[in-house]
């Protein structure tokens, strides 16, 4: 089945204690992003990746970090988390050409305390 | 500044009624989304248009280029139908609009 992977699926964590969260899609998708969905603020962009080892920053990007060695993975990273970070997260995929939709993740919602 | 502008924020509706959804942006895009959020939270990706109309069974987005305006119809509404509804554009970047919550009474 077609799908992006997101784990995990909820995190609670502790300010400055890094974290990763995994983004798998099967679907060999060139582009893959990066979301964080707040109430009020709705969806904003933290990071995309047009290929392998192409990453550029999005709306907000101050205190995440990506990396993308593999088509497959764009793994998000938190070095020192704060709770202005506690957030639903999503990741998506889609291919690059026109006129095909994304594909997103199921969401990792993440409380920083 | 919003770049992406929805209405209405909420919307109720009875089973059987035309639902519409608009959205205005203020950016050159390359394509718009409508996306929509189940109460699950999980997003699916409904329509990416550059241009004209699309249809998916009773959904039907349309855009105007030249307005900057797009809308989402559903025809013949169901209670399944109750979700969050997004509008999104591309161009240097992903920008969202705030969503449209839907609520569909049987």
């Known amino acids: 089945e077609a799908q992006v992977t997101q784990n995990p699926r909820y995190l609670i964590t502790v300010t400055g204690k890094k974290l990763t969260v995994t983004c798998s899609q099967n679907?060999?998708?060139?582009?893959m992003s990066w979301y964080r969905q707040d109430p009020g603020l709705g969806l904003r962009q933290i990071y995309y990746?047009?290929?392998?080892?192409?990453?550029d920053k999005g709306d907000v990007p101050e205190g995440y970090k990506v990396s993308r060695k593999e088509k497959r993975n764009f793994p998000l990273i938190l070095e020192s988390p704060s709770p202005n970070q506690t957030s639903l997260y999503f990741c998506?995929?889609?291919?690059?050409?026109?006129?095909?939709?994304?594909?997103f993740g199921s969401g990792t919602r993440l409380t920083v305390v | 500044k919003n770049e992406v502008e929805q209405s209405p924020q909420n919307l109720t509706a009875q089973e059987g009624e035309f639902i519409t959804i608009n959205c205005s942006y203020s950016?050159?895009?390359?394509?718009l989304h409508w996306l929509q959020q189940h109460p699950g939270g999980g997003i699916v990706s409904l329509f990416m248009?550059?241009?004209g109309k699309k249809k998916h069974g009773r959904l039907i987005a349309t855009i105007n280029i030249q307005e900057k305006h797009s809308s989402l119809h559903i025809t013949a509404s169901h209670p399944r139908d109750s979700a969050v509804y997004i509008c999104?554009?591309?161009?240097?970047?992903?920008?969202f609009g705030t969503g449209t919550s839907l609520t569909v009474i049987p």
């Open positions: 998506a995929s889609s291919p690059v050409e026109r006129g095909y939709g994304y594909t």
């Open positions: 679907m060999n998708h060139e582009y």
């Open positions: 990746s047009m290929n392998v080892e192409v990453t």
């Open positions: 950016v050159g895009i390359s394509a």
């Open positions: 248009l550059s241009s």
């Open positions: 999104a554009v591309t161009g240097n970047q992903f920008y």
